[in-house]
Structures are given as structure tokens and as C-alpha cells.
């Protein structure tokens, strides 16, 4: 093998060599592009799953925060119409008092029977005390009322419990007048009488303001129906 032939070979190891560095280099270039990418693809994806967790949960504050107002602002709601509902309640209980006082009043004692409601009331006490002696009081300004009607109501509860007629005393202590213009928060009683064993033990109120707040609370759901059904609906 002569020099040319030796030189030739050479060359061609080389380009052969060559030939596989290049392909070898090329190999590791593209793995190496490979891992760079899905370690890219992995970093990005590991991004976004913490901003979509981020997202996620301040959507969540977001939707609590709403629910947490809306509900602030329904009860504020509820209460204001509670509020306003208890307010129309109450004036109604208020006008229902004052119109009370004309069934007491001097000047209309007579249109509404005042002396024949007296009488009523002292029956019904006398029937629901049931003691054969009683301490009855009223207001000074009712007293010439209740001893014009006390005999005839003291032989009506007799005769309907087939009774003797009780005792019944007056009392020197009165209830309260009607209410005062100049005074509203004293201590007021719109008619009536307030019947006492003689013992204290049993006491049976049965003004017209007592008679009042019976009616109103027994009536009252029924008040509140006809009034504020149309609300709930």
C-alpha cells in the first residue's frame, strides 16, 4: 500500500469519525432539547396549576364574601320589615287604647253602656274568685258607678252560683285615671275594676285595659296574618 493509498484510508477514518461525533453530537443535542422541554412543559404546567389553585381560591373568598353580604343584607331586610311590621302592631294597639278611653269617658258613658260594662265586670270577677268575701277597687272617678251597680251585680253572681250575695268592699285605695296629656308615662287605668280575695292571695284584674291585652294577644296572629300576609307571598 503506497502513501496515497494510506492517505486515502486516513481520510476516510476521519470523515467516518467524523460522520459519528456529528450524529452522536446531534443525538445528545436533541435529547438534551427533549428533557429541556418537557422540564419546561413540567414548569409551566406546575405554574399553572398554582395560579388556577390561586384563581380558584380567591374566587372562593370572592363567593363567600357575597354570601356573607347578601345574607347581611337579607336579615338587615327581615329585621327592617320585622321592625316596621312590630311599629304598625304597636300603633294599632296604641289607637285600639285610645279609643278605650271614650267607653270610660264622662261624655260618653252612657252611648256605650259604661254602667251596665261595670256591672258585667264585677260579675265576671265575683264568678271567677268565687269567695264569699271580696275587696273590690276602681277609679275615684268610677266609685258613684260601681256602688250604683254593686247589689244588682252581687244578686246576679248569686243566682247564677246559686250562692248567698258576697261581701264586697270597696276599696278606699283607687286605681289609677285615665291617662293624662301631661303626664303619658304615669301610671294610667282607662275603666274598669280589680276584684281581691280578702286574704290578697287571689287577685283578678279586669279593666279595660287588662281586657285589652287579652283580646290583642289572642288576636294577635290573626292580626298579623290579615296584615302582612301579602308579604310573605
Do not use: W
Amino acid at each position: 500500500m503506497n502513501d496515497a493509498d494510506v492517505s486515502k484510508q486516513i481520510q476516510q477514518m476521519v470523515r467516518f469519525i467524523r460522520q459519528e461525533a456529528d450524529e452522536k453530537a446531534n443525538e445528545i443535542s436533541v435529547s438534551a432539547e427533549e428533557e429541556f422541554n418537557i422540564e419546561k412543559l413540567q414548569l409551566v404546567e406546575a405554574e399553572k396549576k398554582k395560579i388556577r389553585q390561586e384563581y380558584e381560591r380567591k374566587q372562593k373568598q370572592v363567593e363567600v364574601r357575597k354570601k356573607i353580604e347578601y345574607s347581611m343584607q337579607l336579615n338587615a331586610s327581615r329585621i327592617k320589615v320585622l321592625q316596621a311590621q312590630d311599629d304598625l302592631v304597636t300603633a294599632m294597639r296604641e289607637a285600639a287604647s285610645k279609643d278605650l278611653l271614650n267607653v270610660s269617658h264622662h261624655k260618653f258613658q252612657h252611648h256605650h253602656n259604661y254602667e251596665g260594662l261595670l256591672k258585667s265586670l264585677i260579675v265576671q270577677g265575683l264568678l271567677r274568685l268565687k269567695e264569699p268575701s271580696v275587696l273590690l277597687r276602681c277609679r275615684k272617678e268610677d266609685e258613684h258607678i260601681v256602688n250604683s251597680v254593686l247589689h244588682a251585680a252581687k244578686a246576679e253572681y248569686a243566682e247564677k252560683s246559686h250562692v248567698h250575695e258576697p261581701e264586697v268592699i270597696v276599696d278606699s285605695i283607687y286605681l289609677p285615671s285615665a291617662p293624662s296629656h301631661n303626664d303619658p308615662h304615669a301610671l294610667s287605668c282607662s275603666g274598669g275594676v280589680v276584684l281581691a280575695s280578702r286574704d290578697g292571695k287571689i287577685v283578678f284584674e279586669n279593666t279595660l285595659d287588662a281586657r285589652l291585652d287579652v283580646v290583642f294577644r289572642g288576636k294577635l296572629p290573626e292580626i298579623r296574618r290579615l296584615l302582612f300576609s301579602q308579604v310573605g307571598a
